[in-house]
């Protein structure tokens, strides 16, 4: 079987995360949506359908089996249903292609059960606990964790999984709510209170003194020090210092600078409005807690305020007192005085100092993404 992932037309509606992307490559819980798919399906190769420009480094696989809407998590009846496609035949639920099996003619079969997709951003935090759960179970099953030390205090009955190279010493570890997953050479330092559900990918760190409130997942290669509650972290990011950050999103190399802090409620308790580059506008989010949304390879200066439910787009630079306003346009420079545009050359320099960070390497693929994410968006950036 081989199994290609596309995006929709409802992808714009995910920026700024799948501007950088294809939407199945959004990390959800401990796997990426793609990864997810494939620790069910075993599929012997998959691949994305995405944006032209993204296609340099995200391919498809030639001689797909199944075509499965990026946007969708797995789950039990859907997977049968999925499984069940002949030839030419389209899986939908309210007007949505969920998945097919490519052939002719075209047959619909409607999918009469709820199915899971992501929608908006806050979505990969809203659905962090329970796809934590199901992605460890997966990963987890028939397997011993490697031994917790002594000095770890562990409170609750659901699991706690240590992977091969994984340290942990003196911390607490409250798993009453929800397993924590701690992935191959993450570590947790001492003093750090920890409650889940929580899925640390490899590499990453909480700091000594971390405060970690889930449900909460850390990509591949995060830092996280200070206070989070609820965050979803891609990979490759850090929020290594004091200062807090909850109900969150942060793509993959970003930087969070010391003594930052995000509003996540507002003063009135009411809804919070988010940016979304698809209506142009500020839609109501139908959430009560929602902070930073910020996509890849932006960065923020030491003490910076943001309010409740900005979104950052891509490569920006933020910096300065006061708050920035609640969206922050890609490669822009600057915070609450005003911005400027951040030069792609410029741009480019700090990313190729950055990623070999974390032994990555800035590729010619990677820049031709910014490049075309710098010109899609150059509408926003209005003082231009």
Known sequence: MQINFFDDDQTE??????????????????????????????????????????????????????????????GEALTQAILALQSGQQLIADGIVLAEKPGSPCETIIFEQTCNMLKRPYDLFLKAGEEIERDMAIITSGRQSQNIHASVQIIGAHP???EEGAKAHACTINAANGPVYIGKNAEVMEGCMVRGPLSMGEGSVLKMGAKVYGPTTLGPYC???????NISMQGYSNKGHDGFLGNAVLGE??????????????????????WNYASGKFDKS????????????????????????????????????????????????G??????TYKLDAAF????????????????????????????????????
């Not at 915070?335 to 400027?340: D, E, L, Q, R, T």
């Not at 990555?360 to 509408?379: G, N």
């Open 13 to 74: 509606h995910l920026f700024p995360l799948t501007l950088t992307r294809p939407t199945a490559d959004l990390r959800c819980g401990i796997h990426t949506l793609a990864e997810k798919w494939c620790a069910i399906l075993k599929p012997s190769a998959w691949g994305y359908e995405t944006r032209e420009y993204l296609n340099t480094k995200y391919k498809s696989t030639e001689n797909a089996d199944i075509r499965i809407n990026g946007r969708l998590l797995p």
């Open 160 to 162: 706690v999984f240590m």
């Open 223 to 229: 830092v996280v020090g200070g206070e989070v509650n």
């Open 253 to 274: 190399w970003c930087n969070i600078g010391a003594d930052s802090n995000c509003s996540n409620l507002k003063n009135n308790y009411e809804d919070v409005k988010v």
């Open 286 to 333: 139908g959430q009560q807690f929602c902070g930073l949304i910020m996509g890849d390879h932006s960065k923020c200066g030491i003490n910076t305020m943001f309010n409740t439910g900005t979104v950052v787009g891509v490569s920006a630079n933020i910096f300065g007192s006061g708050f920035p306003r609640q969206f922050v346009p890609d490669f822009a420079w």
């Open 335 to 340: 915070g609450a005085s005003g911005f400027i």
């Open 349 to 384: 320099k700090t990313a190729s100092l950055v990623m070999p960070r974390r032994k990555m390497e800035f590729t010619e693929a990677d820049k031709a993404i910014l490049e075309a994410v710098f010109e899609r968006t150059s509408a926003w950036r209005n003082w231009d």
